[in-house]
Antibody, heavy 120, light 107 residues
């Protein structure tokens, strides 16, 4: 079965770029939509964006100016870059598979999540 | 953007009791509504998709209903392992959004 695992620095300085990678195992990344979702400590879930295996992307308008999601099919990975970070970007970041069939569907499965703290 | 409003935000429940969580959408989303369970220090897990479709491995005491703008997650005969936060999610239109969550505590 498909499993996802996030990786990246746990601490990022303000104004710098947050970079995370999600490795997909147990299946090919060359199908489905792949998403990033975040959760500030003690708060709810926020969808960041997705990438399709063709490379097409869609981002949450609230983050669109600062976000880039990219794909590395040779390593079965996709990545998140979020620039100009502030303390408000401190959160657990999850990667997840977004199902699609004549429309967007559910997120399943999810990675275990990685906490990124923005602090000097 | 479609806003999902969950209620209650917190519920303290006795084992074997029935739990009802509601999710109201700011506009009609048809049946594009899914539920997730998030236990402490874990990632969210898909519980129910498309309002009422069951997921393999999820206990049958979890069920969903509703359509349009009003949806309900029901837990029949709550068990201790059901202590968690529950989130609804709409996939009807972008941006994809989640409800604010409902935390269920076991008395």
């Amino acid at each position: 079965q498909v499993q996802l695992q996030e990786a990246g620095p746990g601490l990022v300085k303000p104004s710098e770029t947050l970079s995370l990678t999600c490795t997909v195992s147990g299946g090919s990344i060359s199908t489905y939509y792949w998403s990033w979702i975040r959760q500030p400590p003690g708060k709810g879930l926020e969808w960041i964006g997705y990438i399709f295996y063709t490379g097409s992307t869609n981002y949450n308008p609230s983050l669109k100016s600062r976000v880039t999601i990219s794909l590395d099919t040779s390593n079965n990975q996709f990545s998140l870059n979020l620039n100009s970070v502030t303390a408000a970007d401190t959160a657990v970041y999850y990667c997840a598979r977004l199902h699609f069939w004549s429309g967007y569907q559910e997120f399943d499965p999810w990675g275990q999540g990685t906490l990124v703290t923005v602090s000097s | 953007e479609i806003v999902l409003t969950q209620s209650p935000a917190f519920q303290s429940v006795t084992p074997k009791e029935k739990v009802t969580i509601t999710c109201r959408a700011s506009q009609s989303i048809g049946s594009s509504l899914h539920w997730y369970q998030q236990k402490p220090d874990q990632s969210p897990k898909l519980l129910i998709k498309y309002v009422s479709q069951s997921i393999s491995g999820v206990p049958s005491r979890f069920s969903g209903s509703g359509s349009g703008t009003d949806f309900t997650l029901t837990i029949n005969s709550l068990e201790a392992e059901d202590a968690a936060a529950y989130y609804c999610h709409q996939s009807s239109s972008l941006p994809l959004t989640f409800g604010g969550g409902t935390k269920v505590e076991i008395k």
